[in-house]
């Protein structure tokens, strides 16, 4: 979250950009400031050409005006370095700053996130502005926040990649022995005698195109990933630096895009100060997966509070079909920021530009101009809100017992490996079971492998193709210790170079989970094996585990084909836990029977018990800190939903104000929310 | 049309390549084309290479002798440049020539349409051959027209390309700064200090691969479409200054494609002498589209006869399915051009080729090289029955009282835009109108935002979006006046560069309207609202407006979703005329009920009302003149269709011979069509 | 097959890659190679970049181990050259040997069939390399035979390769003149004037993508086919001479890949020994394609044994379902390839690789690394049947009475051609005739052009648009003399170079025929016309041949549109034979029935008649020679099937040694397989 030390709320604003418009029309922005209770905005994303039009030249003079208006007007300011587009002269003058394609080609000026993460002079400027703009607000104390770039992304393949690749291989593998090793580079003769024999992996060495990207080579396409993020990273690091140089206090962030592939956010989020999110959900996105999203945010700080950095008002522009958000979502999705970490909101942006790729990109301020439109109403109101509801929510953490542990190198190297299923899909996977906790209103941390697990009865790791150095010690110790495991199918298959663990799958899980997985089937598109889980038929699909019990017992059975009996389901006692393995893909019905039940026996309650049951379109929620704890109900169906409230304690909505008893009746409206505060 | 004063009839030949053939082949050629009744010939349409085998060396002798050979023969020539592919060695000695594609890569010798426009090669020499051949043959007087170069395409993004561009840029804007403000630059930081910072729009700058290709800055790749549009129009511009000084008398033109997107055909009109065009209806291609395209090229010079350029007598080459022309279909299709205003009918092409991509594609000669063909056959009757007609259509108009606006700036600026739905679709939204008219048989003009509109009680232009300078102006008295107006959603949005006209939506259209559009629903694809129109419900799709009325009144409203109530049809009287709003698209029942109604109100007649209603298949056009009119009637049908002639005077089938006298009952046979004359 | 003049049966075994392993775990596989019944490996697949890791330097210390532990373990050795893909070094300092993709672009170090078959480099370390592998091991009397390169592929359209089209072109071509006129460069002006003109067509020239790759010349891309096909068969040929200078007693060979379209196998042919290739059906390849590819590939060199050299034990990696081979179907599909003709039975590969693509591509031996696995025991298996088996079946012969032309000439050209439909499909049509005779239980050969017709009754030409110089005079002969011949739509249009014969399709082949095709009418996607067919009604798809009888006869009609009644199916009498004209396409069954009728009337038995008819799933295949026949029954579904035997002697199955008296029942287990042996 952004943190002022002088406004003690959820701070609420968004994305300014007055340099687009006439200055007559800033004033007026103020004034809808005002009506809409918006105390923050982020400046300068986009003025590197503005800033510094010639080499030689800065121009901080429209800045300047910008910055003492928006302080005479007490807000706060996120204060961004505007190096996520270089100005279109370095373009012309230094083409080593134009990013190269993954088929080879090199770009022209154009776009954004066009600049090679490997440029020197991409570097050396980028530096240098954030430096120069550091020194000259360093006294604006109304700078809550530095905003580095905007948005990281954009890969590169070009002659200075490829040296800087050569060099990151160099530092980590010393000898090109080793890089030949761990490459298995004696696979159709590649060995390598020089680290100059190094080339990117792209479409003109070992990349293809097939449904997505494939490689021959997948040690070399997952060092190349590391490294891209690696370098996008550095690149930040070294504004990081010269920020904080100038102004120690203030926290520095940048906004990241949730479940986003090219970048290894677990990473990243140790260079950040805090975590700060774009949050773009599609017109078919359920919204179990932007809860999904604010999970794994929050996680990458181990449940700091995080600020939601943009989200559109209304309507996004690009996507295939901008359906408006309806009445009350935009409010009802500001709370679901909250009530998975959120302490600030902020929108994209503030006022709707007239021209180029976002003008139909909803804002605050839309293209009528005025505060007579619902979008800004329903901004006013959730300003307004915002503002009653004060400091009490900030601070607060979830505490989850469950945990699903998510890494971006077994996104990769699941998505670069050929076979055994082009259907394998390590975020969807992860989502069957986020959601089968979802539905079950239970807390979930998302994890990376190198979070401590003791906090924790759950653990669930899906898809844990890779098995990284250590992470099945920890797990060992972890469910020795009496905690409980959950994997599946296509896991424990590789170490950390994408290297088959040989002796038999799950590798180095083998012994935890009491199986040996001999050989596996896919599964093509649209058909299925099935098994019975307690009275119910549930289907096999993607791909299905031949597997052989070593200690382990089976929870359920394949029912067809030749491998009909064999076990699906296993669950291994190990030390004072216990181990399960799903060995294949099943349906949200299932995920939902099965977590619950493991949950049951682990002693993980849901949320929110209600006598009729879970009702669907119902999200629950919980922050809490020494003092007090807040429940959110978050009601997204279009009508209203009664629930019975199973809690011991009386509570009081501070949206409302309402108190209720334990046992209460409590009619949430559509598209509305409750936030049950009870003291502890 | 190309005019003739020798001929007095609708000229009949097609593209004839003698030089393709050994000359023992060229006598039977004359032989069969008398069979037919052929009188005009399209030669040297791809002869650069023969004409120029070396950069010093020309060489006529062969064109020499076709054009002797022709002469004696009693044709006509329609003769062409032979510009639109260059010779293999101006390739390999100026590789300038050659074409950069939107990917970046720069193409070597081979297809066609293969030269830069901007090439400095290209234009001396393309010019020079045109001049040579205009100086060499100006004194054979069965030239009836000049054909320049041939169907122009093909988009380049070279260096050369670039110069050009930002000279083009300086002479329209002047200033950087108002480059900058038109592009909207200070977005994303793309502010530039220098015009040499200009780089084209493709693949490797601001343009992207989505559903289409699509642009992070619609105003930069606008104005390159409209620049690559000018640069070819240059090229046609050069070689038609020197055949005029040649031979002043004789009409030029190039051969178009009716809805051709990379060029603006209504810009090129200007400077063509009469509109000529290739139709190539698909093979699932529905006849009133075809009937759309006449209604362009005709509306280009304002109602003027033009010539029907190419048409294959039997087969496409280039389909995914190549299904042959039914028996009678040719002939139809013919007569269909005429209804619509041509003068002229041709074939591509006389003689099948025996190799290369064309050798597939129907010929008049067919590779059996007899006249006993089906494909022959039909050829020959219409020869026959065009020669019986004579003179009697040529120059005759048609007279409409309704307009469709057709723009392509327009359909530019719509099919760049980033949002609201990538279902909005220009062409199809025209044609969602266009066959509204056609099905209730009502003579409608395809005009420009230019063209006059005071001979017209309706105007309707789809999808608006950008309302260039001067236009709303001309609108606004023309409803004033008492004319009609009918616009749809997603109109007024923006100026003559793609900004916005702040203020509110429809911008400069919302006082015509009387309505303020505050919100648009994308509706995806397959989904759809719905509303009530004279007891029927139709849906709305695509996208659906979110309006206030400002005077306009609701003739029809939203029955679901949130907006349900919210007016999706409305008309406004302004002035003495008035003015319809629809904020939606809906389906071809909708449309042809709508713009009855309109038609009904405005007092423009359907052509032929028979009292059992509007018969499907049947295709009803007329052209006329001071003493004459002629009523064609065409049935599409494989079955025979008896029509009630609700005419007020005896008329004649000029094909027949047959009169008919008012209330006469008429049967026209499957795949048929009767022209009914009627003195004035 | 590979011969050896030691262990005389089925060499049994597959690719070994020991360099990629530690050195300790070499004879562990020795170990469970002699569990399974393996004697021979193939082996120096992809070493290069190991044996010669510097310009100057060769190292073959390790291969020398490798060598000598595998004649030390008695197994004989197919050797490889290595020269599939080039070592890293040689890309990095002779960029020449990299290929220049289809797009223009080059590529980079990476990937295999890596190398421009006309780069000078290659040429010379490919050859180098390959003669010192044959020097160094020449003594080795247990290698069986040479295997050159690896499953050869890979274009190029670099500078090299425009350069060797050029001389390919002129030594075909003579003169530029000649050139045009095969080229029908008048067509679009591309008359060249200089075999320097010429480039190579690809998408910066000639061709495009619209459903697969296009080109606007076909002869150009007919021509560059052929020359690639020729520069790699140029390279396999350079090292073929040094191999056999340096053992001239051994066979040498390069694995094919059946259908594969690139190379023209039937002109490689003739320079192998012997044919071998690598058998990778997909999750959904019907049995009979596979039986279909065996069968092109047997008759590459006229019915001589084969060997199968790859084919995987259990899955393969790259499919997009990478179905598990169901227990007993890699033995059953070991028996199809013998009963097809092969000798000899290898698998890739022996061990499963740990890194890079194909570590999830079954192996002899697992990742698991014991030979306690299904996959290992199913291998352990059948080479225990194989070495029981002994040397009966070796060099026995298929003998088949039809026979089914496959030209690679023709597979290029009709896929090239711009027109009639985008479903005409080579391929496709072969196995539609194929699949017919397979059905029926009847041999069938699939034979070139320059193949002997006359052991023959019955030769099926499908879609045989390029009629080649001399073939319409060999079929003539062929049936004038008694023979039956059957081809289809699409056929006899062009000679050698794509240009049409003129004067009526199809075209030489017309008189053979008695039959006139004036038009042809392409069917949509979905849609078809109909014809009868003794009582049933059949279905007319793709194209619909429109045609006239010229002494031919039909045997059906069209049902439906304008030609109904026109012929669809006709014979002709010719000399003392039959020739049938399918003019459409139809569905398996009426193939089936028509190609029973066809083999009734020529006297062309099934293998098998049983009194039930034809089992579905069984599949019947015969090898012979002067002693003795063998009688493959395959049952490829689930199910035993049981079948009553009308052989006319008593047979015995040499898997089980059960004996069958004429007239016995005899039941195949599902997935099982008799070979019933019959002394003559």
Redesign the interface.
């Known amino acids: 979250m952004i943190e002022s030390n002088k406004v003690k709320k959820i701070l609420y604003g968004g994305d300014y ?1 007055p ?2 418009w006439p200055e007559d029309i800033w004033e007026e922005d103020m004034r809808m400031f005002r009506l809409a209770n918006i105390d923050v905005v982020t400046l300068n994303v ?5 800033l510094q ?2 080499e030689d030249v800065y121009d901080f003079s429209k800045l300047d005006k910008i910055m003492d208006m928006v302080r005479t007007n007490g807000l706060k300011v996120c204060m961004a370095t ?1 190096t996520a ?5 370095m373009a ?1 003058k230094y083409p080593d700053i134009l990013r190269t394609e993954h ?10 996130h066009n600049s090679c993460p490997n440029s020197p002079t991409y570097r050396k400027y980028s530096v240098l502005l954030a430096e120069k703009l550091a020194d000259r607000y360093k006294d604006y104390d109304n700078i809550v926040a530095w905003h580095v770039s905007n948005e990281y992304g954009g890969e590169c393949y070009c002659g200075n990649c490829e040296k800087a690749f050569r060099t990151w291989l160099t530092e980590k593998y010393g000898t090109i022995e080793e890089l030949n090793r ?13 680290f ?2 190094v ?3 792209n ?4 990349e ?1 195109l097939w ?1 997505t990207v ?6 070399i396409s997952l060092d190349y990933r590391r490294f891209m993020s690696d370098s996008m990273l550095s690149c930040y690091r070294m504004e990081y630096e010269v920020l904080k140089k100038h102004m120690p206090d203030v926290q520095v962030t940048t906004n990241l895009m949730g479940f986003y592939k090219p970048l290894d956010y677990q990473k990243w989020a140790r260079y950040m100060d805090f975590v700060s999110w774009d949050n773009y959900p599609s ?2 996105t359920p919204v179990s997966e932007s809860a999904m999203n604010h999970e794994l945010m929050r996680g990458l700080k181990q449940g700091k509070p995080f600020a939601l950095m943009e989200q559109t008002p ?11 958000k ?2 009350g979502v935009m409010r009802l999705l500001s709370y679901q920021a909250i009530a998975h970490g959120a302490d600030t909101v902020m929108f994209f942006q503030m006022r ?10 909803s804002a605050v301020i ?4 005025h505060e007579n ?3 800004f109403r329903e901004v006013a109101k959730l300003g307004k809100e915002l503002s009653k509801i004060g400091s009490q929510i900030l601070g607060t953490r979830t505490s989850a017992k469950a945990a699903i542990v998510m890494d971006w190198d077994n996104w990769w190297a699941s998505g670069y ?7 394998i899909d390590y975020k969807k996977e992860i989502f069957c079971y986020y959601r089968a906790f979802y539905e079950n209103n239970i807390p979930v941390d998302i994890i990376s492998v190198t979070d401590d697990l003791s906090p924790y009865r759950l653990v669930t790791a899906p898809l844990l193709y890779m098995c990284k150095e250590g992470f099945d010690e920890k797990l060992c110790a972890y469910v020795k210790d009496g905690g409980s495991f959950l994997t599946t199918y296509f896991s424990g298959y590789v170490e950390d ?4 663990i ?4 799950p590798g180095k899980l083998r012994d935890i989970l009491g199986i ?1 997985v ?8 649209g058909k299925h094996n099935s098994f019975l889980y307690k009275d119910e038929t549930y289907p096999a699909e993607v791909l299905c585990d ?1 597997l052989h019990l070593e200690g382990a017992e089976a929870l359920s059975r394949y029912q067809e084909d ?1 491998y009909a009996g064999m076990p699906v389901l296993t669950v291994n006692r190990y030390g004072k836990g216990r181990s399960y393995y799903a060995a294949t893909r099943s349906n949200p019905d299932f995920y939902r029977t099965f977590i619950k039940d493991i949950c049951e026996e682990t002693g993980i309650p849901s949320l929110l018990e209600t006598p009729e049951g879970i009702a669907p379109g119902i999200e629950i929620s919980r922050r809490e800190n020494e003092t007090a704890e807040f429940l959110f109900i978050l009601n997204h169906n279009d009508e209203a939903v009664d629930l019975t409230l199973t809690l011991n304690a009386p509570s009081t909505d501070i949206l409302s104000e309402s108190t209720y008893l334990p046992g209460a009746s409590i009619t949430v409206p559509g598209k509305d929310v409750v936030v049950l505060k009870r003291v502890k």
Chains 1, 2, 3 share one sequence.
């Not at 587009?85 to 002269?89: G, S």
């Not at 839309?366 to 101009?369: C, E, F, L, T, V």
């Open positions: 950009n340099e687009q986009f003025n590197w050409a503005m039009p010639q505007s587009a270089h100005p279109a002269w012309r088929n080879g080609i090199r770009r022209k000026f154009g776009s954004r761990v490459w298995n580079m004696s696979f159709w003769g590649h060995t390598l005698y020089d100059e024999d080339v990117a992996p479409m003109q060495s070992e293809f449904d494939r490689t021959n080579f997948q040690g017109f078919d209304g309507v996004s522009n690009w996507q295939s079909f901008c359906t408006l309806r009445p709707r530009s007239i021209g180029a790729c976002e003008k139909y990109h839309d293209h009528a101009g439109t619902r979008v490996s050929a076979g055994p299923s082009r259907l170079h994408d290297l088959v040989t002796g038999g799958y040996w001999e050989e596996s089937d896919a599964i093509p598109e031949l030749f």
